[in-house]
């Protein structure tokens, strides 16, 4: 039993928000100051899959992301590995037969099926993924949403990828974080029409981290504060609407919205932090220039904190968004990213 390895993989999708999380109320925790919500994508095209292992024989908790060896003493990871470990201690003293794992050292292995470095959310699934892998291996009895508030300490925006389909995140009221937990809204098979693809803009790494980013932004603009406090709450409830009922020309307007609400608040702060570039403002107007054509929205854009946009839409209206994206892109330069693609279509059936 001394040489016993114990092992668990996991797959995690990236979540792309469509009502942003930007701000925290507590940095050690993660805790937000808003409420978010965002479409899964499917895990066909973007996804984590992690391994976790332990065994006697370790000597050092390590983690391997795509071959290279990456730093696990960084605090997030490490908020993560404690309450798992200390769950699975919680196990152990219940159940004396239960083997000691909380007490060997952790080896971890990642591996993405996208660019990490062309800031498409990758620590989302990352955290998302790497907190399963552990409590399955810890057989630990824990429900998507104890995981979520896991995961949330490891990147905020992760906390909505152990849910599919269409996730909120409840900012909560408690200085603990208890009740600061992601939910669903809906599973993917609720709305199996939705689809998104992804313009990569640029895959290299964003230059203000979410991190700084959100702490300038709220140290330094009011127009946040208006976001936070009038915006974010109202469109939390419409956006959760219009995916309960399908309803897609309200949910590409409050994205595209809160896209724009989100980067002007970037734009207001001291120095001003510019994620969007020229490439990301084509596309903002490739979409306005779709949906006029249409005479109602068909195409809605959301960008991150990065220039890549995604562009979500409906099954039925895949040749006019994507066959106009692929023919006004095939004009443009500057979407074609070292390691990205100019063009990625995403199908969304679960
Ligand atoms: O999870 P973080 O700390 O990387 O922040 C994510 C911030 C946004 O992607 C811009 C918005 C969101 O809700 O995912």
Redesign the pocket.
Known sequence: AEEEVYRASTYAPV???V????G?RDTKL?L?TNS?L?VTLSQDDLRTHTTASCSAQLSKDTLLLNGEGQDISSTRTQACLRELRSLRQQLEAKHATAPKLSQMKLKIVSENNFPTAAGL?S??AG?AALVRAVADLYQLPASPTELSRIARQG????C?SLFGGYAG?QMGEKDDGSDSVAYEVAPASHWPAMRAIILVASAEKKDV???A??QQTVATSALFQHRANNVVPKRMNMMEKAMKERDFETFATLTMKDSNN?HACCLDTEPPIF?MNETSRAAVRMCEAINKEAGRSICAYT????PNAVVYYLKDDESSVVGTFKSMLGEKTGWEGPRGQAIKALQKTP
């Open positions: 979540n792309i928000a009502i942003k999380y930007w925290k993660n937000p978010s965002s959310a620590s989302a955290f990147s905020g925006s992760a909505r995140w981290s979410s991190t980013g959100m989100f994620y960008f991150d904190a990065g």
